[in-house]
């Protein structure tokens, strides 16, 4: 399923470059959440901690654009418990794009009331420590949250993650036919599993809508499917 | 801060009985919510699942089996799935996912324990259908009580207060001026006697636009002659503590329009007819006093026109469906009445005594606007084949007259104009025994509207000793009411609803509801199996459900949740038509059900339930 260049790459990788960072990382939040091992790789799919996690931010540059808001929930054995859902809004103290404002619906003054940074990336840490990480295009949340860890402490570690999207075009691709690349955006592969409609662009909706796709992408898959299978 | 979870709120609050929690307690309902997701034609409850969930559909289908496989139910979005809340329901009903499906759940304990202080919501749950039907109707009648105008309305929301008066010894010219003035059409007279006395004044008299008109100027009275002249001295009053109906009884029978209202014998107030009427102008009392005056057809004809007017508002007051068809019921009993006396005035008297029957809906005191006429005749022995003609004249009468009423000719011909349904005693007598004796489901089918039978008119005893006789045949006569069970079991109601569709029994999809035969019918059918098989000789559904409750035939119990299905269908029934009659349609029984709400396709179920529960009974019984 997977090519098995990436595989190597990164399942032999993660728990070593955990291990390695672990002595490198200053006491506090990122420290904590490196002392806690990731999922075997060859653990059950089925049976993994995942935490879904969606950003929304200024721009897609990680180094000049900022986070604006983290939202996340847990998705542990196949449920999604929204007694975990998490929303925040992040105090960027600089003033917003209009342009921006109208995709994620941030004003001014709700950023203005927002939480530092550090605080934030300290919550999702905590919620993510133990669990592996699931996004649609992971690129954007991969280099945002190394690019606040790198800020913060000093140190940009490699997180396991699932990408939605991933799943998706490697399915297409299979497929051998050519696709619009639209067809790989969040809403239009929910329609697709016919999911019903939700609003984006709130990073906590996002999140669930993330999870709710990969439940729908992963349900045909056998139990015993391991982790690893899913794992970028 | 939760706005974040506003999709999953406006969802999840749209869903009976979730839509009675404040919008705080409903946020801390949908934080204990799991989202899974389960592949198509899998069993439910999925794997890792809490212990005893309750599912809620947010998207596919689910289909309810029993252990042979028999469809019990299909539920979409929206749709809840209380199988597994409860431990003894889980092992019979099996869940499978028709599509893909997206589920939220819940913990049912977790879920009990935070709406604790909302007893109506968990009772939803815990409560049997029948439970939650009985909770809905003794709500309905707590509303219909209240509703109930005029009798439980004071007068003093109708009187006006202060009365307009006038000294006894001013002439009938100041009289005149005044009332004209303030617009008013009558004035209290009144005496303030010696005026050092600390008397109050006191009312001695009233007059009206009529006194002036009839008593003064006919007369060439002398316009300066004392108001007390044409005055009406000992005038009837009424207490301001008395109701509304008891006024306008007191008016309707004095036949008097303005009634002074005394409070501690001091007048107080004065109320019209015309206050009351406007209140009450399409009263069913108003109404069969209006129809027993008409002098021809046509005038009833046009009277007739209130009719559905008279629905409505008795439909918008919240009346229950079994107070609206004994009033459209007797309505329509006016009219014949009022018929048959006008055919009789033209016809001269009949020859023999001879009764004129209702049956179907008439004869059930059941009948709404717009029912087709469905009558018989039944005529002495003594009848000669002479005296033949004068029936069938008078049947032609009566029948005609009813259709300009808007009472349609019946489809079925079951009218006195039919030779075949005009008929002395013995003949009748003999009918009954052959379908009772040597009863066929299919001559029943075509005959069972003659086991609601009542008189409308003449001689009562003729019915009377033919009923008594069939009682007695049918009472215990299993061959026979197992025949008639056999036609009232052919209509079954649905299973339920499934997206905006009505589900039958074998797994078939319909756009409407056919509330009279998936729901009414087959409740009025059941009642009538019990009464014949009793021998209950009423003919109301609700009458004969109250009289063979505690017997062999039915319990108490059964009996109690037949009527309060059949009221809520009743209910519904009403406003549909209510809806239908007010946009000048034709009143049917048919309803959409994207039409219908949620609450009420709960209601709707429940119902259902009831009713399939003492058809499967009735059926095992034969």
């Known amino acids: ?232 | 801060m939760d706005t974040e979870l506003a999709e999953i709120s406006t969802f999840v609050q749209a869903i009976p009985p979730f839509d009675q929690l404040p919008s705080l307690l409903l946020g801390k309902v949908i934080k204990a919510f799991s989202i899974c997701y389960v592949n198509k034609d899998q069993t439910l409850p999925p794997q890792y699942c809490v212990n005893r969930p309750l599912f809620m559909i947010r998207k596919g289908a689910l289909t309810y089996r029993d252990n042979t496989g028999e469809l019990l139910g299909k539920y979409g979005e929206g749709d809840l799935c209380t199988v597994f809340c409860q431990e003894n329901l889980a092992s019979d009903i099996k869940v499978i996912t028709e599509e893909d499906t997206l589920l939220y759940s819940i913990d049912y304990h977790e879920l009990e324990r935070l709406v604790a202080d909302y007893p109506a919501v968990i009772n939803f749950f815990s409560h049997s259908a029948e439970e939650r039907l009985n909770d809905k109707m003794s709500q309905v009648n707590e509303d219909a009580i209240i509703a109930s105008s005029l009798l439980n309305t004071g007068i003093n929301q109708f009187y006006h207060t202060p009365v307009a008066t006038i000294a006894h010894n001013r002439s009938i010219q100041d009289a005149a001026i005044k009332m004209t003035e303030h617009k008013f059409s009558c004035l209290v007279i009144v005496d303030d006697g010696d005026k050092n006395a600390s008397k109050a004044t006191k009312a001695v008299g009233i007059v009206t636009d009529k006194d002036l008109r009839q008593r003064c100027i006919a007369k060439g009275l002398d316009f300066a002659n004392p108001v007390s002249e044409i005055m009406t001295s000992n005038m009837l009053t009424i207490n301001h503590d008395s109701s509304a109906y008891d006024a306008l009884m007191l008016m309707t029978a004095k036949r008097i329009h303005h009634l002074p209202v005394m409070r501690n014998n001091q007048l107080h107030a004065m109320v019209t007819i015309t206050d009351l009427m406007n209140n009450e102008s399409q009263n069913a009392v108003n109404l069969t006093h209006i129809i027993r005056k008409a002098k021809s057809v046509d005038e009833l004809a046009e009277t007739s026109l209130l009719l559905p007017k008279l629905q409505i508002r008795m439909a918008k007051l919240g009346t229950t469906a079994d107070h609206v068809g004994k009033s459209i019921s007797a309505i329509t009993m006016a009219f014949t009445i009022r018929l048959i006396e006008l055919a009789e005035k033209q016809l001269g008297q009949a020859p023999v005594p001879y009764a004129w029957l209702a049956a179907g809906s008439q004869a059930r005191q059941e009948q709404f606007a717009h029912s087709d006429q469905d009558n018989a005749l039944i005529i002495s022995d003594k009848m000669t084949p002479e005296d033949d003609k004068w029936f069938e004249q008078l049947a032609t009468f009566v029948s005609d007259g009813l259709a300009k009423c808007g009472f349609i000719y019946c489809p079925g011909n079951i009218m006195a104009t039919n030779n075949q349904w005009r008929q002395p005693q013995k003949k009748w007598h003999e009918y009954f025994r052959k379908w009772v004796e040597t009863p066929s489901p299919k001559a029943l089918l075509n005959s069972s509207v003659f086991f609601d039978l009542t008189t409308v008119y003449g001689d009562a005893s003729l019915l009377e000793e033919v009923r008594a006789r069939l009682l007695k045949k049918t009472k215990g006569n299993t061959l026979f009411l197992a025949h008639l069970s056999k036609n009232a079991l052919a209509l079954r109601p649905p299973l339920g609803f499934f997206r905006d569709f009505v589900l039958i029994k074998n797994g078939e999809n319909k756009n409407v509801l056919d509330l009279k035969h998936n729901g009414i019918a087959p409740i009025v059918d059941l009642a009538r199996i019990y009464a014949l098989s009793e021998g209950v000789a009423a003919t109301n559904t609700i009458e004969r459900l109250r009289q063979v409750a505690g017997t062999p035939s039915l319990t108490k119990a059964s009996a109690a949740n037949l009527i309060d299905a059949y009221e809520f269908l009743g209910l519904l029934r009403m406003a549909h038509q209510a809806k239908k009659l007010q946009a000048h349609e034709q009143p049917d029984n048919y309803l959409a059900p994207k039409n219908i709400s949620k609450l009420e396709r709960e209601h709707l179920k429940d119902a259902f339930k009831v009713i399939k529960t003492l058809q499967d009974s009735r059926q095992s019984a034969y």
Not at chain 1, 38 to 62: M, Q, R
Not at chain 1, 73 to 90: D, P, R
Request: with cysteine; glycine share 4%; hydrophobic share 45%.
């Open chain 1, 1 to 232: 399923m997977l090519s098995h260049h990436s595989f190597f790459k990164w399942l032999i990788g993660y728990e070593i470059q955990r291990k390695r960072n672990l002595l490198r990382a200053p006491e506090g939040p990122l420290k904590d959440f490196l002392s806690v091992p990731f999922p075997s790789v060859n653990s059950l799919f089925k049976e993994a901690d995942i935490l879904a996690v969606d950003f929304e931010t200024t721009g897609l540059d990680a180094v000049q654009d900022k986070l604006l808001s983290v939202g996340f929930v847990e998705l542990s054995q196949q449920h999604i418990k929204l007694n975990t859902c998490y929303h925040q809004i992040i105090n960027t103290k600089q003033k917003l794009k209009a342009d921006n404002v109208i995709i994620h619906q941030i004003t001014d003054q709700q950023q203005k009331q927002g939480l530092p940074l550090e605080v934030v990336v300290e919550d999702l840490l905590k919620a993510l420590a133990g669990k592996v990480m699931l996004v649609h295009y992971a690129r954007i949340e991969r280099e945002f949250l190394q690019q606040a860890c790198l800020e913060l402490y000093g140190l940009a570690p490699s997180f396991p993650m699932i990408d939605t999207l991933v799943i998706a075009k490697r399915r297409l691709d299979k497929k051998d036919v050519a696709y619009d690349p639209s067809e790989l955006k969040l809403g239009a592969l929910r329609e697709n599993h016919q999911l019903p409609q939700y609003f984006a662009h709130n990073a906590l909706n996002d999140a669930i809508a993330t999870a709710e796709l990969l439940l729908a992408q992963t349900s045909n898959y056998p139990v015993k499917t391991a982790l690893k299978e899913f794992l970028l």
